[in-house]
């Protein structure tokens, strides 16, 4: 079939589109600005990524092929291993507390109680609030030696300011601080996901576990927990994606006080953006985001693998 036939089909008898033709124009058109957006913005910066894994390159002068190299400088770099090991501890940390809150409060706020939509606001706006300015206030209530949290701590146990926690100023309590920042904040969000689950909750399997005299703890355990796996799935997916790639909670809790705090609060994608724009190693950094990328794929794909054995 030669370009002429072809194009006499694609057109009618004067040479006007089909009405097949101008439809798929029409869809395309539709599609095309948020597939141009993902090309250029999110597409093609991975492809070049991944070039750049293999490469030496300060954005100035030619790039050098190093082949693996930038990723055998990972497996002795202190630093990368420091801010993995932070990126997981930070993760285990935010990932159970923030499903067991965002639970418990979607559970108690599906009841009828007083004010119940008011609460729902209340747990919901800091998700929605500005990070740099509750950040700032967050800041400010667990300062060492002016915020409401210290002062209140030393007028009930009576221990000197000097002795109590620097949160966010100390090393050995900054990540417990992030993790309990990062809880307040993103709890909303999911309890408002639980919430959802629990409207797709059949009321008939509560009555019939009531009839067989189950208390409320075991028409929990029974019922709504088994009830909303495929929503526990999908919170848990995206809180540990969401806590492996996470940056801008740290960088406006600690200012880039990392190096005072001996690393603590350095995590992966963090170093990603100093080995790029600070040390201009592009090659390097991308190789660290690579392997991000990889441990994330990882996770995805296990999750995925225990969602279908849980499924059948």
Not at 50 to 57: D, G, N, S
Not at 210 to 215: Q, T, V, W
Request: include cysteine.
């Amino acid at each position: 079939m030669n370009n002429e036939t072809v194009l006499r089909q694609k057109t009618g008898k004067n040479g006007v589109l089909s009405k097949k033709v101008k439809d798929h124009l029409v869809a395309y058109s539709f599609i095309a600005p948020n597939f141009i957006g993902f090309a250029v913005f999110t597409l093609v910066p991975m492809v070049f990524a991944f070039i750049l894994a293999f490469v030496k390159w300060d954005g100035a002068n030619p790039m050098q092929f190093l082949g693996i190299d930038n990723f055998l400088r990972l497996m002795k770099d202190p630093t990368f291993h420091k801010a993995l090991w932070n990126t997981i501890v930070y993760t285990i940390g935010v990932v159970p507390f923030t499903m067991a809150c965002a639970l418990a409060l979607a559970v108690l706020l599906n009841q009828h109680i007083l004010a119940r939509n008011f609460m729902r606001t209340v747990f919901f706006f800091p998700y929605v609030a500005s990070l740099v300015a509750v950040a700032a206030v967050w800041n400010f209530i667990f300062s060492p030696t002016m915020g409401p949290v210290n002062n209140i701590l030393n007028w009930i146990t009576g221990i000197p300011i000097e002795q109590l926690p620097r949160w966010a100023a100390d090393k050995d309590w900054a990540m417990f601080t992030v993790v309990l920042f990062t809880v307040w904040k993103n709890m909303g969000y999911y309890m408002v996901i639980y919430l959802a689950g629990l409207q797709g909750v059949n009321p008939e399997l509560y009555e019939a576990a009531e009839l067989d005299g189950a208390n409320r703890w075991k028409r929990f355990v029974n019922v709504t927990i088994p009830q909303l796996a495929p929503t526990t799935f999908f919170v848990l997916m995206i809180l540990i994606i969401n806590s492996f790639k996470v940056y801008d909670i740290f960088i406006n809790l600690f200012a880039g006080a990392d190096n005072q705090l001996n690393d603590a609060t350095r995590v992966l994608v963090y170093q990603i953006y100093n080995t790029a724009f600070r040390s201009l190693d592009y090659g390097y950094s991308s190789a660290m985001a690579i392997v991000l990328f990889l441990l994330v794929l990882g996770i995805t794909v296990i999750q995925f693998r225990f969602e279908k054995k849980y499924g059948q």
